[in-house]
Nanobody
Framework: QVQLVESGGGLVQPGGSLRLSCVAS????????RGWYRQAPGKQRELVAN???????NYADSVKGRFTISRDNPKNTVYLQMNSLKPDDTAVYYC?????????WGQGTQVTVSS
């Protein structure tokens, strides 16, 4: 089992920045990728960014150049630095840990971009 705890969401004005954090605990040796997904009201959950065990990163086209995913292995933590935020970025952001058996999810953190 893997437990994920997110933090860092909140209300920010358009053009602002936020940094999300996700701390993992439990049986994390089987995790081959970690990432961030988001779900806006009335929409499906979508991938925002992920990072593999080898360090490769992948981003949704809508966030390329604005968001950066990174990790601190000793702290079992993955970060999502979000810059130049737009109202369309408003969503619940979920941390994800992928193993070959199943995916694990955090509880979600709300990000609201509004003036």
């Amino acid at each position: 089992q893997v437990q994920l705890v997110e933090s860092g969401g909140g209300l920010v004005q358009p053009g602002g920045s936020l940094r999300l954090s996700c701390v993992a605990s439990g049986t994390i040796f089987g995790v081959y990728a970690r990432g961030w997904y988001r779900q806006a009201p009335g929409k499906q959950r979508e991938l925002v960014a992920n990072i593999t065990r080898g360090g490769s990163t992948n981003y949704a086209d809508s966030v390329k150049g604005r968001f950066t995913i990174s990790r601190d292995n000793p702290k079992n933590t993955v970060y999502l630095q979000m810059n130049s935020l737009k109202p369309d970025d408003t969503a619940v952001y979920y941390c994800n840990a992928a193993t070959y058996r199943r995916d694990y999810w955090g509880q979600g953190t709300q990000v609201t971009v509004s003036s």
